[in-house]
């Protein structure tokens, strides 16, 4: 009785290690692992359909891994100019002429009139100057300080200048300053000869 046994148990054991596998499985559609024990007392396991099972084994959840996703650095974000490099432009604080000099005189021909203002601070980008001779408004706008006018008539004038944005709004104005024109004569100045003094005679002669 023995001896026959030997064989049935070799085989009931290579059974088992053949359905290990199974165990570490999920379980399979309608089949269960099912757990028998023969005459002998040797156990085995057998996939079976769940209704042909009367001691099922359960099996312990199998491992599942999830990879930790990979952590990018994030992009920098693109440079902006700094505040600080370039201060809010809070407006003119003077504004006055250089040229002409006030009830000062200009000596020409052709009516040209250099003009020259001093801005404090100077004149920023997208503002322009206007000026003003006897109150009526020189033609045109000016991108910079240094103007020069021409066809400005003899005699004496009244010159003002503002300073205005690209819309037109109006900045700073300057007050008015006086200067008068000259045209250069044969006797005006250095431009001619030195009169010559009176000769005074002695009496009696």
């Not at 604080?93 to 250099?114: D, L, W, Y």
């Amino acid at each position: 009785m023995v001896a026959s046994a030997q064989p049935l148990h070799y085989a009931s054991a290579m059974r088992q290690i053949l359905m290990m596998p199974l165990l570490l499985l999920p379980g399979l559609a309608q089949a269960v692992i099912c757990k028998t024990v023969d005459a002998d007392g040797v156990v085995s396991y057998t996939d079976v359909p769940v209704e042909e099972c009367r001691t099922p084994v359960k099996l312990p959840d199998y491992s599942r891994y999830t990879p930790r996703p990979i952590e990018r650095p994030a992009s920098p974000p693109p440079d902006e100019p700094s505040a600080a490099s370039e201060p809010a432009f809070a407006g003119y604080q003077s504004i006055q002429f250089v040229e002409p000099a006030a009830e000062g005189t200009v000596r020409s021909n052709e009516g040209k009139v250099p003009v020259s203002i001093a801005l404090e601070p100077p004149l920023q980008a997208g503002h322009l100057v206007r000026l003003y001779v006897d109150g009526e408004a020189v033609r045109g706008s000016f991108s910079g300080v240094d103007i020069e006018l021409s066809g400005i008539e003899r005699g004496t004038h009244r010159l003002r200048a503002d300073v205005v944005d690209a819309s037109g709004k109006k900045l700073i104005g300057s007050s008015d300053v006086s200067f008068t024109l000259r045209q250069v004569g044969l006797y005006d100045g250095a431009a001619g000869p030195t009169p010559r003094p009176p000769v005074v005679r002695p009496p009696g002669r």
